[in-house]
């Protein structure tokens, strides 16, 4: 008997290694007869010499973001390399694509073949653990069906929202040439309306900077570039010393608690309401609130949190990032500002309606060719859930089928994408809003994603960017330049200038 477990162990160990190899062989031989059925071959090959953990790209990156030049050097290894190329981040193989066919496949086609995966997951999980930018599968589709609603009923249209802290906005910006960063101003405005917005109050950081100065707002960046540090990191992350990012994470998430408890508290009041005032027939709906309507939903805390800090970050930095970026533009083409001033003056001085915005077309072309020469978000990525096929990027001519074996992970680069001169043509680094007019949507344009999983809050964030611009122009007669150095790259969840946006506006 003494012997016979041994034994037992030994034959129980061989068995599961035979069966594991027959699997691996099949496995093996299934790929190798798909590849050779569809005509895959292998993309080319970023030069790395860590095969096992990527260490070599991993510090390379982040090096290239602490230069402020990660953009440049990735739009250069895709001139270098190719628009799809193989390369490793830590435990994963890597494809890097910027072909619109690739990302459409990704994003759409074979939406249901990928997921966000676990490096998204495990580098936001300290701050947004239950939010829609981390979850995959049924809790994804849960959360998003969770928070549609919400948005579809939102103040898309509360343009007399807009315009109260649109106010607030135009008397904190000097109309005599003196130097202010607008990039500063926008990212208060932009807290002030979406904390008005989820909350029902403005955190009012514009009237009373003290409310959104100093240490809240640092630990709102300290996250967000702790949170794509960690991305680059990988399975390393937990692994290295983040105090300040910790600390950060605290912070963030007690404010967020604060706002939680008043919802729930509202929650219990409104259904102790006796049933006489709930079914009042000519009572006045109030006010729609992001955080009481959700509240409704689930009362489980944690979830809440984490939704309410997920739309907060994307809500505030969207439109932010977008509205800096065009002024830091308007600041250096007087010829753009002009013909801006040209078309908003059809509005006679008058507020605009949701309609009259939407009739803006320069406007929208000036927003768009923004987000082409600076996107928001600067790259995405997914990780495959079974082997599949690519359709373009593989072998000499870069054209040929690509095999993606399961839990790669696919990156794209929306920075090198919307600047490729196939596709923009060769002026495709300067600013030229008009090679929007007749512009069809396509894959080439991706500011918001596409596919299932687009961003949920993109016309709020280009109906509030449109209205405060229509409102800075019809304020303003000019801008001047401040600061003559080029857009450097600051890369956190969002991607904005590292240098503000100094300028003096004349009124």
């Known amino acids: 008997m ?83 190329h193989s390369s490793r981040l830590t435990t994963y193989p890597v494809i890097s694509t910027i072909e619109p066919d690739n990302i459409k496949a990704v994003l759409s086609t074979n939406f249901k073949d990928f997921e966000i995966g676990s490096p998204r997951r495990r580098a936001f999980s300290p701050i947004l653990a239950n939010s829609i930018l981390v979850a995959d599968g049924p ?61 029902g109050e403005s955190i009012g950081s514009l009237p009373r900077p003290e409310e ?24 390393f992350a937990n692994l290295v010393p983040q105090p300040a990012f910790y600390r950060s994470v605290d912070k963030v998430h007690a404010y967020m608690n604060e706002h939680v408890e008043k919802a729930l508290q509202r929650r219990k009041l409104q259904e102790g309401a006796d049933d006489e005032q709930k079914g009042a ?74 309609d009259e915005l939407k009739q803006l077309r320069y406007l929208g072309f000036c927003l768009n060719e923004t987000l082409r020469l600076y996107p928001i978000v600067q790259g995405t990525s997914r ?13 000499p001519s870069a054209s040929s089928p690509i095999f993606v074996a399961k839990g790669t992970l696919v990156i794209f680069h929306l920075f090198a994408l919307h600047k490729r001169k196939d596709l923009w043509g060769e002026d495709a680094e300067d600013f030229r809003p008009m090679r929007w007019q007749g512009e069809k949507a396509s894959w080439n344009f991706l500011p918001f994603g596409g596919g299932p999983r ?24 000019a801008i001047e330049m401040r600061d003559p150095r080029p857009w450097t790259e600051s890369i956190g969840a969002t991607c904005s200038n590292a240098n503000g946006v100094k300028v003096a506006m004349v009124a």
């Open 2 to 84: 003494v012997g016979y477990v041994p034994t037992l162990i030994t034959v129980t160990f061989a068995i599961t290694t035979i069966w594991y190899l027959c699997g691996q062989i099949s496995s093996y031989i299934s790929r190798r007869k798909r590849i050779s059925e569809r005509g895959c071959e292998p993309p080319a090959r970023y030069p790395f010499w860590d095969p096992i953990f990527g260490l070599d790209v991993v510090y390379d990156a982040i090096r290239a973001i602490k230069r402020k030049a990660f953009l440049s050097e990735k739009q250069s290894h895709y001139e270098a390399y190719g628009n799809t």
């Open 139 to 199: 809790e994804w589709e849960h959360s998003r069906a969770f928070l549609k609603p919400s948005f579809s009923r939102s103040q898309v249209g509360d343009l007399a929202t807009l315009e109260s802290h649109v106010q607030h906005l135009l008397k904190a910006i000097p109309g005599d040439m003196s130097t202010v960063d607008l990039a500063d101003l926008f990212f208060r405005y932009t807290a002030d309306v979406t904390t008005d917005f989820m909350f």
């Open 212 to 235: 959104f100065g100093g240490d809240m707002a640092q630990a709102c960046r300290d996250v967000q570039l702790g949170a794509e540090r960690r991305f680059r990191l990988g399975i």
């Open 281 to 354: 027939k000519d009572s006045a709906p109030g006010r729609f609130v992001f955080s009481e309507e959700m509240a409704k939903l689930t009362s489980d805390r944690f979830v809440l949190r984490d939704q309410l800090g997920g739309i907060f970050f994307a809500g505030r930095d969207t439109t932010a990032t977008l509205l800096s970026n065009l002024f830091f533009v308007l600041a250096r083409e007087p010829e753009v500002w002009q013909q801006l001033h040209e078309e908003i003056a059809t509005l006679n001085g008058k507020i605009p309606t949701l």
């Open 383 to 395: 990780v495959a859930l079974r082997d599949l096929i690519l359709p373009t990027g593989g072998g």
């Open 454 to 477: 687009n961003c949920i809050g993109q016309q709020f964030a280009l109906t509030e960017a449109s209205y405060t611009a229509v409102r800075l122009l019809q304020t303003f007669k």
